[in-house]
T-cell receptor, first 114, second 109 residues
Framework: NAGVTQTPKFQVLKTGQSMTLQCAQD?????MYWYRQDPGMGLRLIYY???????DKGEVPNGYNVSRLNKREFSLRLESAAPSQTSVYFC?????????????FGPGTRLTVL | LAKTTQPISMDSYEGQEVNITCSHN???????ITWYQQFPSQGPRFIIQ?????VTNEVASLFIPADRKSSTLSLPRVSLSDTAVYYC??????????WGAGTKLIIKP
Protein backbone atom coordinates (compact mmCIF):
# COMPACT_ATOMS: atom_id res chain seq x y z
CA ASN A 1 0.00 0.00 0.00
CA ALA A 2 1.95 3.00 -1.30
CA GLY A 3 -0.63 5.68 -0.41
CA VAL A 4 -0.21 8.77 -2.60
CA THR A 5 2.65 8.76 -5.08
CA GLN A 6 3.92 11.65 -7.19
CA THR A 7 6.30 11.82 -10.13
CA PRO A 8 8.74 13.32 -10.72
CA LYS A 9 10.33 14.26 -7.38
CA PHE A 10 12.36 17.09 -8.91
CA GLN A 11 12.09 19.01 -12.16
CA VAL A 12 13.84 21.99 -13.71
CA LEU A 13 12.13 23.77 -16.60
CA LYS A 14 12.90 26.74 -18.74
CA THR A 15 10.35 29.52 -19.09
CA GLY A 16 7.73 28.55 -21.65
CA GLN A 17 8.25 24.80 -21.43
CA SER A 18 5.37 22.53 -20.54
CA MET A 19 5.16 19.52 -18.28
CA THR A 20 2.72 17.26 -16.47
CA LEU A 21 2.96 16.27 -12.83
CA GLN A 22 1.54 12.85 -12.12
CA CYS A 23 -0.28 11.73 -8.99
CA ALA A 24 -1.78 8.36 -8.09
CA GLN A 25 -3.42 6.95 -4.97
CA ASP A 26 -4.16 3.34 -4.12
CA UNK A 27 -6.54 3.94 -1.20
CA UNK A 28 -9.75 4.00 -3.27
CA UNK A 29 -10.33 7.63 -2.30
CA UNK A 30 -12.97 9.70 -4.04
CA UNK A 31 -11.44 13.17 -3.80
CA MET A 32 -8.07 14.39 -4.98
CA TYR A 33 -6.30 17.74 -4.73
CA TRP A 34 -3.34 19.68 -6.07
CA TYR A 35 -1.59 22.24 -3.86
CA ARG A 36 1.44 24.44 -4.18
CA GLN A 37 3.63 25.40 -1.24
CA ASP A 38 5.87 28.44 -1.34
CA PRO A 39 8.43 29.40 1.33
CA GLY A 40 6.85 31.12 4.33
CA MET A 41 3.34 30.43 3.11
CA GLY A 42 0.79 27.78 3.74
CA LEU A 43 -0.49 25.44 1.10
CA ARG A 44 -2.69 26.94 -1.59
CA LEU A 45 -5.23 24.85 -3.42
CA ILE A 46 -4.80 24.88 -7.20
CA TYR A 47 -7.47 22.43 -8.37
CA TYR A 48 -9.47 19.65 -6.85
CA UNK A 49 -11.56 16.72 -8.01
CA UNK A 50 -14.43 15.86 -5.71
CA UNK A 51 -15.06 12.60 -7.52
CA UNK A 52 -14.05 10.77 -10.66
CA UNK A 53 -15.12 12.76 -13.69
CA UNK A 54 -15.26 16.16 -11.99
CA UNK A 55 -12.67 18.91 -11.52
CA ASP A 56 -12.94 22.40 -10.06
CA LYS A 57 -10.75 25.43 -9.55
CA GLY A 58 -9.25 26.22 -6.21
CA GLU A 59 -7.64 29.39 -4.93
CA VAL A 60 -4.82 29.71 -7.51
CA PRO A 61 -5.77 27.91 -10.78
CA ASN A 62 -4.27 30.34 -13.32
CA GLY A 63 -1.55 28.77 -15.46
CA TYR A 64 -2.57 25.19 -14.64
CA ASN A 65 -4.84 22.50 -15.98
CA VAL A 66 -5.82 19.17 -14.49
CA SER A 67 -7.15 15.82 -15.59
CA ARG A 68 -8.82 13.21 -13.42
CA LEU A 69 -7.82 10.27 -15.57
CA ASN A 70 -9.63 7.70 -13.43
CA LYS A 71 -10.37 7.20 -9.76
CA ARG A 72 -6.70 6.61 -8.97
CA GLU A 73 -4.94 9.27 -11.02
CA PHE A 74 -5.03 13.07 -11.04
CA SER A 75 -2.52 14.99 -13.15
CA LEU A 76 -1.50 18.65 -13.13
CA ARG A 77 -0.27 20.31 -16.32
CA LEU A 78 1.71 23.48 -16.77
CA GLU A 79 1.23 24.56 -20.40
CA SER A 80 3.79 27.36 -20.43
CA ALA A 81 5.88 27.44 -17.28
CA ALA A 82 6.78 30.76 -15.66
CA PRO A 83 9.30 31.54 -12.89
CA SER A 84 6.37 32.39 -10.59
CA GLN A 85 5.41 28.71 -10.74
CA THR A 86 8.61 27.69 -8.99
CA SER A 87 7.28 25.88 -5.96
CA VAL A 88 6.77 22.55 -4.26
CA TYR A 89 3.64 20.81 -5.52
CA PHE A 90 1.69 18.39 -3.37
CA CYS A 91 -1.05 16.01 -4.38
CA UNK A 92 -3.51 14.78 -1.76
CA UNK A 93 -6.54 12.54 -1.54
CA UNK A 94 -9.41 11.94 0.86
CA UNK A 95 -12.09 9.32 1.29
CA UNK A 96 -15.13 11.52 1.25
CA UNK A 97 -16.05 14.27 -1.16
CA UNK A 98 -15.20 17.05 1.25
CA UNK A 99 -12.09 18.72 2.61
CA UNK A 100 -13.26 18.22 6.20
CA UNK A 101 -12.21 14.63 5.71
CA UNK A 102 -8.59 13.71 6.42
CA UNK A 103 -6.32 14.45 3.49
CA UNK A 104 -3.42 12.14 2.72
CA PHE A 105 -0.49 13.80 0.99
CA GLY A 106 2.15 12.62 -1.41
CA PRO A 107 5.85 13.41 -0.96
CA GLY A 108 5.76 16.42 -3.29
CA THR A 109 7.41 17.56 -6.52
CA ARG A 110 9.98 20.31 -6.30
CA LEU A 111 9.73 22.40 -9.48
CA THR A 112 12.14 25.12 -10.53
CA VAL A 113 11.39 27.33 -13.53
CA LEU A 114 14.35 29.28 -14.86
CA LEU B 1 -12.96 33.70 3.76
CA ALA B 2 -11.35 33.11 7.12
CA LYS B 3 -7.73 34.19 7.36
CA THR B 4 -5.55 32.17 9.68
CA THR B 5 -2.64 33.52 11.70
CA GLN B 6 -0.08 31.41 13.56
CA PRO B 7 3.21 32.19 15.29
CA ILE B 8 6.13 31.75 12.89
CA SER B 9 8.18 29.68 15.31
CA MET B 10 8.28 28.25 18.81
CA ASP B 11 10.72 26.22 20.80
CA SER B 12 10.40 24.00 23.81
CA TYR B 13 12.11 21.15 25.64
CA GLU B 14 11.57 17.43 25.71
CA GLY B 15 8.88 16.36 28.14
CA GLN B 16 7.09 19.72 28.13
CA GLU B 17 3.56 20.42 26.96
CA VAL B 18 3.43 22.66 23.89
CA ASN B 19 0.48 24.81 22.91
CA ILE B 20 0.25 26.37 19.45
CA THR B 21 -2.54 28.86 18.83
CA CYS B 22 -4.13 29.74 15.51
CA SER B 23 -6.25 32.84 15.06
CA HIS B 24 -9.14 32.70 12.57
CA ASN B 25 -11.29 35.75 13.22
CA UNK B 26 -13.59 35.39 10.22
CA UNK B 27 -14.38 31.72 10.63
CA UNK B 28 -17.73 30.78 9.13
CA UNK B 29 -20.45 28.67 10.70
CA UNK B 30 -19.70 25.66 8.49
CA UNK B 31 -15.92 25.78 8.87
CA UNK B 32 -13.96 23.05 10.59
CA ILE B 33 -10.48 23.46 12.07
CA THR B 34 -7.81 20.92 11.22
CA TRP B 35 -4.17 20.68 12.21
CA TYR B 36 -1.45 19.03 10.17
CA GLN B 37 2.20 18.23 10.87
CA GLN B 38 4.91 18.44 8.24
CA PHE B 39 8.47 17.15 8.33
CA PRO B 40 11.12 18.38 5.86
CA SER B 41 10.73 16.96 2.35
CA GLN B 42 7.43 15.30 3.22
CA GLY B 43 3.78 16.11 2.70
CA PRO B 44 1.64 17.26 5.63
CA ARG B 45 0.14 14.62 7.89
CA PHE B 46 -3.21 14.89 9.71
CA ILE B 47 -3.08 15.40 13.48
CA ILE B 48 -6.53 16.39 14.69
CA GLN B 49 -9.77 18.08 13.66
CA UNK B 50 -12.55 19.82 15.54
CA UNK B 51 -15.55 22.11 15.27
CA UNK B 52 -16.04 23.38 18.81
CA UNK B 53 -15.03 22.75 22.45
CA UNK B 54 -12.37 20.11 22.95
CA VAL B 55 -11.21 17.14 20.92
CA THR B 56 -8.57 14.67 22.03
CA ASN B 57 -6.88 11.79 20.28
CA GLU B 58 -3.84 9.65 21.00
CA VAL B 59 -1.33 12.33 19.95
CA ALA B 60 -2.89 15.75 20.64
CA SER B 61 -5.76 17.83 21.96
CA LEU B 62 -7.53 20.66 20.22
CA PHE B 63 -9.21 23.42 22.20
CA ILE B 64 -11.75 25.68 20.50
CA PRO B 65 -13.45 28.46 22.50
CA ALA B 66 -17.13 29.23 22.13
CA ASP B 67 -16.59 32.11 19.68
CA ARG B 68 -14.37 29.84 17.51
CA LYS B 69 -12.13 32.78 16.57
CA SER B 70 -9.06 30.83 17.61
CA SER B 71 -7.95 27.30 18.30
CA THR B 72 -5.08 25.79 20.28
CA LEU B 73 -3.24 22.62 19.42
CA SER B 74 -1.81 20.99 22.54
CA LEU B 75 1.01 18.44 22.31
CA PRO B 76 1.61 16.66 25.63
CA ARG B 77 5.13 15.68 26.67
CA VAL B 78 6.89 16.47 23.42
CA SER B 79 9.98 14.64 22.19
CA LEU B 80 12.70 15.53 19.70
CA SER B 81 10.70 13.77 16.99
CA ASP B 82 7.94 16.37 17.35
CA THR B 83 10.22 18.96 15.74
CA ALA B 84 8.26 19.91 12.63
CA VAL B 85 6.07 22.58 11.06
CA TYR B 86 2.46 22.64 12.27
CA TYR B 87 -0.31 24.01 10.07
CA CYS B 88 -3.76 25.20 10.99
CA UNK B 89 -6.39 24.69 8.29
CA UNK B 90 -9.84 26.23 8.24
CA UNK B 91 -12.17 24.78 5.67
CA UNK B 92 -15.70 23.83 4.83
CA UNK B 93 -17.38 21.32 2.57
CA UNK B 94 -17.47 23.88 -0.25
CA UNK B 95 -13.69 23.55 -0.65
CA UNK B 96 -12.92 26.95 0.84
CA UNK B 97 -9.61 25.88 2.34
CA UNK B 98 -7.40 28.38 4.12
CA TRP B 99 -4.07 27.15 5.41
CA GLY B 100 -2.02 29.07 7.93
CA ALA B 101 1.60 29.87 7.11
CA GLY B 102 2.73 27.27 9.62
CA THR B 103 4.51 27.27 12.98
CA LYS B 104 8.02 25.84 13.07
CA LEU B 105 8.33 23.97 16.35
CA ILE B 106 11.80 23.13 17.59
CA ILE B 107 12.17 20.73 20.50
CA LYS B 108 15.44 20.85 22.41
CA PRO B 109 16.94 18.09 24.57
Amino acid sequence: NAGVTQTPKFQVLKTGQSMTLQCAQDMNHNSMYWYRQDPGMGLRLIYYSASEGTTDKGEVPNGYNVSRLNKREFSLRLESAAPSQTSVYFCASSVLAGPTDTQYFGPGTRLTVL
Amino acid sequence: LAKTTQPISMDSYEGQEVNITCSHNNIATNDYITWYQQFPSQGPRFIIQGYKTKVTNEVASLFIPADRKSSTLSLPRVSLSDTAVYYCLVGDSNYQLIWGAGTKLIIKP
